[in-house]
């Protein structure tokens, strides 16, 4: 048996020294401190000297844990591999997990489901890539389907809206064709499927109007003039119309337009 012979306070705010027979010991939290009775005189053996140890180690966890929740609602894993940097082992691991749970401090559905409400309204995302950034936290498929579930076909199709219009602004000097296609692909990097997406495209009227397209067949015809400069008259012709079909402009404007470019100055036929 090794008794008690002082307890002082540690720098750090509810944290405890203990000396047993006038040698320092070990450290204890405040609520450890409590919970065995701690004061001078006291006798302790070695085996309720190696259950305080525990139970303090699960105590310095636990502030660990409700620290790294303090800024953030968190995942079991990610509570996990929180503790798993601080080398807490596994046992002590369960032990906080199962407490915060009870407290209700942790509860991958409620995070989920704050996830996807969060991901709607801020930083739009279709649900598969809602889905998987759920996946890198740690949180089960049968759980994310339960949060998906909230992302209703309706909303989709809102946010896809909202979406298709800023993606219709960067691509605004596109053929309308290549300007709709390239809104489908930006929809379906952000996570909507391509059913949705083109559900998006199809609701909307995102064409150039007629003045819209004319410019930009106009403007990427003098480009390409400029590039095949040095080529034959007919060559030029034939490359420029081959591109800018290619761009998506419709064979028609092409024909109407081409004759309209003139001739790089610096080419000699």
Partial sequence: MKKITKISTQKQAGRYS?????????????????????????????ALIAQIKYDDAVAKAF??????????LRTENQIRMKLKEKSVEDAIQDEVVT????????????YANHFVATKKRLSPKGPTAVG??????????????????????ADQLAIGEK?????????????????QQKIVQGLAQKGFSFDIAQAVVAQLNLANDGETERANVTRQAEKLA?????????ARQYKIKSKLYAKGFSAELIDEVLPQIAAPAEYVD
């Avoid at 407490?99 to 409620?110: A, I, M």
């Avoid at 400029?226 to 007919?234: A, D, S, W």
Wanted: aromatic fraction near 10%; charge should be positive.
């Fill in 132 to 153: 998987i950034a759920l996946q890198q936290a740690g949180v089960a498929q049968g759980v994310i389907d339960q949060a998906l579930a909230t992302y209703t076909v």
């Fill in 99 to 110: 407490r915060l749970k009870t407290l209700g401090y942790v509860d991958d559905l409620n």
């Fill in 163 to 179: 979406l298709a219009y800023k993606l219709a602004a960067r691509y605004q000097r596109e053929a309308s064709r290549a300007k």
């Fill in 63 to 72: 502030n660990v844990a409700l620290n790294y929740l303090g800024h953030a």
């Fill in 226 to 234: 400029y590039r095949y400069r040095n080529e034959t008259t007919q």
């Fill in 18 to 46: 203990i000396e047993l027979d006038q040698v320092f010991a070990f450290g204890v939290a405040e609520s450890v401190l409590i919970k065995y009775g701690l004061a001078k005189g006291r006798e302790l053996d070695d």
